[in-house]
Antibody
Framework: QITLKESGPTLVKPTQTLTLTCTFS??????????VGWIRQPPGKALEWLAL???????RYSPSLKSRLTITKDTSKNQVVLTMTNMDPVDTATYYC??????????????WGQGTLVTVSS | DIVMTQSPDSLAVSLGERATINCKSS????????????LAWYQQKPGQPPKLLIY???TRESGVPDRFSGSGSGTDFTLTISSLQAEDVAVYYC?????????FGQGTKLEIK
């Protein structure tokens, strides 16, 4: 059974750097054909894809946020970390991590964490 | 970047009636080498993460009731709920995973009439 859980601060000040950790179980990010992504959702708004890291350390970012995002993995700890610099109140959102896999073809994000609400306010 | 546009933004349907949600991508999400459309549908209820319903445009995720079906190819897709149940009240999102940056539609809010 695959599970993912997001952790990090619930409140950050403008201009600060946000660091979120996704801790997962039920799969390994050292296995070929596995990825973990980050998606966020401002209150009452739509889902926005942020970043994705694959088993081979290939990293993909949202072009509009690429300069502010860094995604890394720690295979030994079963964790993926997302950092976002220069936080602004518009970055207030629930941040989700999710699992993606490849069999004969890529699947979408099948399993999601419960999400963590991050509020940006002074 | 691929832009996903859903219609309508909101929809009210009577219990037992059919609900139809449309999704259009700004470019094709059909992968020619395997003839699969990299289009998924999610259901999201308040306070919960999205739940995968449909992938490859028409393949139902395990455990999803068969009243949910997906269709379409290329750039135009549809999610159909054949007989609306009370528990289907939610926001529905389409999602392309054909290429990064991945993208989602703006969501369609489904309510009971």
């Amino acid at each position: 059974q695959i599970t993912l859980k997001e952790s990090g601060p619930t409140l950050v000040k403008p201009t600060q750097t946000l660091t979120l950790t996704c801790t997962f179980s039920g799969f390994s990010l050292s296995t070929s054909g596995v990825g973990v992504g980050w998606i966020r959702q401002p209150p009452g708004k739509a889902l926005e894809w942020l970043a994705l890291i694959y088993w081979n350390d290939d990293k993909r970012y949202s072009p509009s946020l690429k300069s502010r995002l860094t995604i890394t993995k720690d295979t030994s700890k079963n964790q993926v970390v997302l950092t976002m610099t220069n936080m602004d109140p518009v970055d207030t959102a629930t941040y989700y991590c999710a699992h993606q896999s490849y069999s004969t073809s890529w699947f979408p994000f099948e399993c999601w964490g419960q999400g963590t609400l991050v509020t940006v306010s002074s | 970047d691929i832009v996903m546009t859903q219609s309508p933004d909101s929809l009210a349907v009577s219990l037992g009636e059919r609900a139809t949600i449309n999704c259009k991508s700004s470019q094709s999400v059909l992968y020619s080498s395997n003839n699969k459309n990299y289009l998924a549908w999610y259901q999201q209820k308040p306070g919960q993460p999205p739940k995968l319903l449909i992938y490859w445009a028409s393949t139902r995720e395990s455990g999803v009731p068969d009243r949910f079906s997906g269709s379409g190819s290329g750039t135009d897709f549809t999610l159909t709920i054949s007989s609306l149940q009370a528990e289907d009240v939610a926001v529905y999102y389409c999602h392309q995973y054909y290429t990064t940056p991945y993208s989602f539609g703006q969501g369609t809010k489904l309510e009971i009439k």
